[in-house]
């Protein structure tokens, strides 16, 4: 069982996550995500940030709004997740909403905003393998099947083992 980090923004993406977390809760993983967040005293971001450090894997879902940015810091709370996952060398599974997606206005940011999230969108195109999505279930889909890649190449040591002749006695 791995620890799988969901990050996202929220309400944009509510569905969407709530079907990864399930798919990934079916694989039998622990998913790890703001939702289970209890009242405690330190801040949001660090605990954010705490559990992409420990986690096993991280899975970033990206849509259309860039994200809170938290006082003190110029990247949205998605924006540092990510590069607290790079930064420690996590595995990192990226799922980009399509661009001919239909998807509510009111969900997409405008202004500076909008330049973020396309400037991050096009540096995560740019620098990994990307999944892109049109639906919540399409998305459960896709993130199934590159967690279960992950694991064959990633959780198992010995992929090609060699095997010794068999001597058979006379």
């Not at 995500?33 to 992409?52: F, N």
């Not at 930064?87 to 509510?104: D, Q, S, V």
């Not at 540096?123 to 998305?139: G, Q, R, W, Y």
């Amino acid at each position: 069982m791995a620890r799988i980090y969901v990050s996202s923004t929220f309400k944009d993406l509510e569905e969407c996550r709530e079907k990864v977390r399930l798919s990934l809760r079916q694989m039998g993983h622990e998913d790890i995500a703001m939702e289970y967040y209890v009242a405690g005293d330190e801040r949001p971001v660090d605990k954010c940030l705490e559990d992409v450090a420990s986690c096993d894997l991280y899975i970033g879902i990206f849509a259309w709004r860039y994200g809170f940015v938290p006082k003190g810091y110029d990247k949205s709370i998605t924006e540092l997740e990510y590069r607290k996952a790079v930064e420690t060398g996590k595995h990192c599974l990226i799922f980009l909403l399509h661009e001919n997606a239909p998807w509510p206005r009111n969900l997409i940011d405008k202004g500076e905003d909008q330049e973020k999230i396309e400037a991050l969108r096009y540096e995560l195109s740019a620098e990994k393998t990307v999944s892109f999505f049109n639906t919540p279930d399409e998305l459960a889909s896709v993130v199934g099947s590159a967690v279960h890649n992950w694991e064959i190449n990633n959780r198992n040591p010995v992929r090609n083992p060699v095997r010794e002749p068999v001597h058979i006695a006379p």
